[in-house]
């Protein structure tokens, strides 16, 4: 194996060495950065000194609202919250037409870059007439105020639009991730009750459509409280068709008036349902309100990413099914007025330089992305991105999981040219809005910490009895706590599982996030996975994303995912699955006992693998994140549980097939 640049203590941090050994770099942030950004040193002294009058004035800076709030927080129904009590504001007025009306219609709201390369650019002023159509030929389906609407698209802008009218309305809206099955969507649309459903007769994947359509027709088939399904056309397939039930977009919207009024709704009127994937059991509808929720998310934008609408190109790569999908591509960029890139398709349709040939053309300056796809690029290599001119980048985010300090450094290196801040956000469906993160600017850098809070937000983290820990490297679970206005107000028809979810594990007084943390030395947070993800070991408290970090530390591994299996001497076993980077090969054994070795030395010979299994792909969801829970499965040599919230259904067969022969 090739001993690490580092150690020879000559070159630069590099992909290729452990970012452990990473020589020092002056990661603070630079004048010019400094004197330009949104986010500032007062905003923490503020937030500190009155909590309320923080977001007050955030809201109220923000945000137009249609009559005044009274109230700043009414928490008296704990932990149900209420928050700008009174106030009234109408969603779709903030995120479009008061950008009209203060003369920036001609403002590109949209970039839109189809997979197979067909392009819209839609200013604020159309988005405005789009938006209003949509709203009246939702009215005339018979969507009112308080209706549901379940939203299964691809990412064109139509879904853009679909949720912008949804809000206008007062029609709270659940967007279903466009790659669900047709049982995932029906519980969804059942659950919520929605009685329309909006969708395309495909999406394009890979170069080829892929058809959306089918999956509707069976989610609504029988029993079903959807009247009317509303399809926009894209790929132009072959579709099957109601007559009583199925309408085309371009009928009902493109010749719908362009004029619809606004009518502000309540504070606390219900915006959006949301179901969260990946546990067992019937999916949870996190539900959010108005005020609050598009305050938080035009604030983080703003003071996170560092929006300056007058002149960014915003980019954030998320699918509209995800909640990073409508803080940051629908409500948080368009309340600021920022100018956005939207991409249907695939990183790799038609080439690997996808994303970075997008960067160069619309010159994006703000990318918004998660570790897996930050990951994937690694193991495709330097030279890719290499080809394109990516100057015009000025911050870079991730969000998802826990970015290991080797892809930090990378994409630090590769893509912000050594230049632009990251910010490692850390927060949740049930959260609304970014809480844990540097402000650029403001914080200096620590790569792979989320760090601090951000000013308005709080959080601790507690030991198993509740005692707060501050201890560098005492490993906790992480709490916040102090309300904040992007929360969610409950799961949807069950406000027992919300307070039991949320609220019980430490008492009322702390909402318990459900992550494990710890503190480093300077005071940095550290988020170390779900707490399902922490491994008992020999009594050891192991995480399973510090371990993923060492071993991608390595110079051959690309990507890594650690589950503890039981282990009948030490409780639990650490198990680990790697790819490999292309270029390093197999060599079996000696591959695995290199690093075996190799975590031992970062870590310690506690967190030493078991099992190391060199595999082609990894199970993940289709926001990025590992199913831990099947690679337990196969370490523990079970019948692997369910996958219909994979990606990619086919990646457990390729692994079992793999592990057959192995042990
Ligand atoms: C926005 C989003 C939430 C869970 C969360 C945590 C993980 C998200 C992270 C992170 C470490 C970060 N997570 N961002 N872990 N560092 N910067 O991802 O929402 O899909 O609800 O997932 O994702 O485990 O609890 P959601």
Not at 397 to 420: C, F, M, Q, T
Request: net charge negative; charged share 25%.
């Amino acid at each position: 194996m090739p001993e690490t640049a580092s150690e020879s203590g000559t070159t630069s941090p590099s992909a290729s060495q452990p970012a452990s050994q990473a020589p020092e770099q002056d990661l603070s942030p630079s004048p010019e950065f400094a004197a330009g950004a949104n986010g500032t040193a007062e905003l923490f002294e503020q937030a500190e000194a009155d909590h309320e009058g923080f977001w007050a004035t955030q809201a109220r800076e923000r945000l137009t609202w249609a009559k005044d709030f009274d109230r700043t927080l009414d928490w008296s129904e704990a932990p149900f919250a209420k928050w700008f009590v009174g106030g009234e504001l109408n969603v779709a007025h903030n995120c479009v037409d008061r950008h009209v009306d203060a003369g920036n219609g001609d403002r590109v709201a949209i970039h839109f870059e189809g997979e197979g390369g067909d392009t819209r650019t839609i200013t604020y002023a159309e988005l405005q007439k789009d938006v209003a159509k949509a709203a009246n030929a939702l009215e005339s389906l018979g969507v009112a105020k308080g209706d549901r609407v379940a939203i299964y698209l691809p990412m064109i802008p139509e879904a853009v639009v679909s949720m912008l009218a949804c809000a206008r309305i007062g029609a709270p809206h659940s967007v279903v991730f466009g790659g669900f099955s047709a049982d995932a969507l029906r519980t969804r649309i059942a659950d919520a009750e929605a009685k329309v459903v909006i969708t395309a007769d495909g999406q394009f994947r890979r170069g080829k459509p892929a058809p959306l359509k089918p999956a509707v027709d069976a989610a609504v088939t029988g029993e079903s409280p959807v009247h009317k399904v509303l399809v926009v056309k894209r790929t132009e397939g072959e579709v099957e068709w109601d007559d009583a039930r199925d309408v085309w977009w371009h009928d009902v919207v493109d010749s719908a008036s362009d004029q619809h009024e606004a009518v502000p709704h309540d504070s606390e009127h219900p915006l959006f349902i949301l179901y969260t994937s990946g546990t067992t059991g019937k999916p949870k509808g996190i539900f959010h309100t108005t005020g609050g929720y598009l305050t938080q998310a035009a604030y983080t934008n703003s003071v996170v990413h560092d929006v300056h609408p007058e002149s960014d190109v915003y980019w954030c790569t998320a699918d509209i099914g995800w909640v990073t999908g409508h803080s940051y591509i629908v409500y948080g960029p368009l309340a600021n007025g920022a100018t956005q890139v939207i991409y249907e398709g695939t990183p790799d349709t038609p080439h690997q330089g996808r994303w970075w040939e997008i960067v160069e053309k619309y010159k994006v300056s703000i990318l918004y992305t998660a570790p897996t796809a930050i990951r994937t690029f690694m193991k495709w290599g330097d030279d890719i991105p290499a080809k394109f001119d990516l100057s015009s980048l000025r911050v870079l985010g991730s969000v998802g999981e826990p970015i290991n300090p080797e892809a930090w450094l990378w994409y630090r290196k590769h893509i912000g040219g050594d230049r632009a801040p990251i910010v490692d956000t850390w927060w949740q469906t049930e959260t609304g809005g970014i809480m844990i993160s540097p402000l650029p600017g403001v914080t200096t850098l620590e790569p792979g910490s989320a760090q601090r809070p951000i000013p308005g937000i709080s959080a601790e983290i507690l030991d198993d009895e509740g005692q707060p820990l501050h201890d560098p490297e005492a490993v906790g679970y992480l709490v916040l706590t102090k309300p904040w206005p992007g929360m969610l107000r409950g799961i949807w028809g069950d406000p027992e599982r919300y307070r039991e979810t949320y609220w019980s594990r430490f008492g009322e007084k702390y909402y318990f996030a459900g992550d494990g943390a710890k503190y480093d030395e300077k005071g940095n947070i550290w988020l170390l996975g779900r707490v399902d993800d922490v491994m008992n070991v020999s009594g050891h408290r192991l995480s399973t994303a510090e371990i993923e970090s060492a071993l991608v530390s390595h110079p051959s591994v690309a990507e890594a995912a650690v589950v503890g299996a039981t282990d009948e001497t030490t409780g639990q076993a650490v198990c680990a699955f790697v790819i490999l980077r292309g270029g390093f090969a197999d060599h079996g054994d000696e591959t695995v006992q290199e690093l075996r070795n190799h975590v031992a030395k970062e870590i310690g010979p506690i967190a030493k693998p078991r099992q190391i299994m060199v595999v082609a792909e990894l199970p993940k969801t289709r926001s990025g994140k590992i199913m831990r829970r099947l690679l337990r499965d196969v370490a523990e040599n079970r019948e692997v549980g369910d996958v219909t919230t994979l990606a990619d259904s086919s990646v457990m067969n390729l692994i079992k097939q793999g592990m057959s022969g192995s042990s």
